[in-house]
């Protein structure tokens, strides 16, 4: 079954980003600057794009909300961990990566990796079991954010950890129950940031190869963060923490 991308935006993004795509198809009577620019960018990439109907439309996407323009996506260009390292080589910058240790909602991991690209973040690393894998609701989550940033896809996790350590890498993990807080880390160094699974956190073998566990305060009733929202808030601290040293 074909991966499709649904939207304008994110498949402007993913033409910008060289995603390998096999076609596009625009629903007749669909116009506007954003569809100027996808019939260019088409054009210049040698990619078809066609014209069809509302009835095709809806055959395909289902209720998506496709915005008249739909892309059949080639295979995705997974990235290796030795590509993330490079990215972070190639602009002078110490490692910066977020490890995800199964996530499973694609929504979430949308979320997640547009948070990664916006925090500027060199590249995100998740696992080819157990977890959700960049389809298109993850392409339409991220806004796109997933043709920009390399993923890779390894078969475990807790050998990348240990990949990224042997590189001079600090692993962080977010835990509920560390007794440190998110903010009180040095974030500065090389640094993988990881988050666990949406209801059962981090895996006992991911957690004890962290070199250190840190918690995010909660003040109300509820006792944990969704997975975006605690990524988002740990990697925002990194961010933080590196501009106001440039500063």
């Given at each position: 079954?074909a991966?499709?991308?649904?939207?304008?935006?994110?498949v402007l993004?993913?033409?910008?980003?060289?995603?390998?795509?096999?076609?596009?198809?625009?629903?007749?009577?669909?116009?506007?600057?954003?569809?100027?620019?996808?019939?260019?960018?088409?054009?210049?990439?040698?990619i078809?794009?066609?014209?069809?109907?509302?009835?095709?439309?809806?055959?395909?996407?289902?209720?998506?909300?496709?915005?008249?323009?739909?892309?059949?996506a080639?295979?995705?260009?997974?990235?290796?961990?030795?590509?993330?390292?490079?990215v972070?080589?190639?602009?002078?910058e110490p490692?910066?990566?977020?490890?995800?240790?199964?996530?499973?909602?694609p929504?979430n991991?949308?979320?997640?990796?547009?948070?990664?690209?916006?925090?500027g973040?060199?590249?995100?690393?998740?696992?080819?079991?157990?977890?959700?894998?960049v389809?298109?609701?993850?392409?339409k989550?991220?806004?796109?954010?997933?043709?920009?940033?390399?993923?890779?896809?390894?078969?475990?996790?807790?050998?990348?950890?240990e990949?990224l350590?042997?590189?001079?890498?600090?692993?962080?993990?977010?835990?509920?129950?560390?007794?440190?807080?998110?903010?009180?880390a040095?974030?500065?160094?090389p640094?993988?940031?990881?988050?666990?699974?949406?209801?059962?956190?981090?895996?006992?073998?991911?957690?004890e190869?962290?070199?250190?566990?840190?918690?995010?305060?909660?003040?109300?009733?509820i006792?944990?963060?969704?997975?975006?929202?605690?990524?988002g808030?740990?990697?925002?601290?990194?961010?933080k923490?590196?501009?106001?040293?440039?500063?």
């Amino acid at each position: 079954m074909a991966d499709f991308i649904f939207g304008r935006q994110p498949v402007l993004e993913a033409l910008k980003a060289g995603q390998p795509i096999e076609k596009i198809m625009v629903q007749h009577g669909t116009h506007g600057s954003a569809i100027d620019s996808i019939y260019k960018l088409a054009k210049q990439n040698g990619i078809p794009v066609t014209q069809a109907g509302k009835e095709r439309f809806r055959e395909l996407s289902q209720e998506k909300n496709t915005q008249g323009v739909i892309a059949v996506a080639g295979a995705k260009a997974y990235a290796e961990l030795e590509d993330i390292l490079a990215v972070a080589q190639g602009r002078n910058e110490p490692a910066f990566v977020l490890i995800l240790d199964e996530i499973e909602d694609p929504q979430n991991l949308g979320a997640l990796i547009r948070t990664a690209e916006c925090a500027g973040t060199h590249g995100v690393v998740i696992p080819k079991h157990h977890a959700a894998t960049v389809n298109d609701t993850v392409m339409k989550t991220s806004a796109g954010a997933a043709a920009h940033i390399a993923i890779a896809r390894v078969s475990n996790i807790v050998h990348a950890i240990e990949d990224l350590k042997r590189s001079g890498t600090w692993i962080i993990g977010a835990d509920m129950d560390a007794k440190g807080l998110y903010h009180q880390a040095d974030f500065k160094g090389p640094v993988g940031i990881v988050i666990g699974n949406e209801g059962r956190g981090l895996r006992r073998l991911v957690k004890e190869n962290c070199d250190f566990l840190v918690s995010i305060p909660l003040f109300g009733k509820i006792q944990s963060l969704n997975a975006s929202v605690a990524g988002g808030l740990m990697l925002y601290e990194v961010a933080k923490q590196r501009h106001a040293a440039e500063r």
